[in-house]
Nanobody
Framework: VQLQASGGALVRAGGSLRLSCAFS????????MGWYRQTPGKQRELVAT???????YYADSVKGRFTISRDNAENTVYLQMNSLKPEDTAVYYC????????????WGQGTQVTVSS
């Protein structure tokens, strides 16, 4: 499985960004997808996930501002980020986990999101 994340940028507080993650190498519909983020010196934290059936989960810090979605025809997962805050600044990582076994999990390269105040 290969994951290619894109869409990170520098944006002002209150602005919006959409991250994309292109999936290849296996059956996309069999994977739960997610986004994590990490800042220097801190552990990687979960932002949002979307199951193979479309069930979503959000960290409390992003609920109501971020939306995760998936396009099974395009093998892509998105993270729409609205009302961005400086504390959202981080490297965002795409994640894929096989629905039938968490043993098969994959990470994409990170994409930098910087929110200026």
């Amino acid at each position: 499985v290969q994951l290619q994340a894109s869409g990170g940028a520098l944006v002002r507080a209150g602005g919006s960004l959409r991250l994309s993650c292109a999936f290849s190498g296996s059956d996309f519909r069999s994977y739960k997808m997610g986004w994590y983020r990490q800042t220097p010196g801190k552990q990687r934290e979960l932002v949002a996930t979307i199951g193979s059936g479309g069930t979503t989960y959000y960290a409390d810090s992003v609920k109501g501002r971020f939306t995760i979605s998936r396009d099974n025809a395009e093998n892509t997962v998105y993270l729409q980020m609205n009302s961005l805050k400086p504390e959202d600044t981080a490297v965002y990582y795409c994640y894929a986990e096989y629905a039938l076994s968490a043993e098969y999990a994959y990470w994409g390269q990170g994409t930098q999101v910087t929110v200026s105040s």
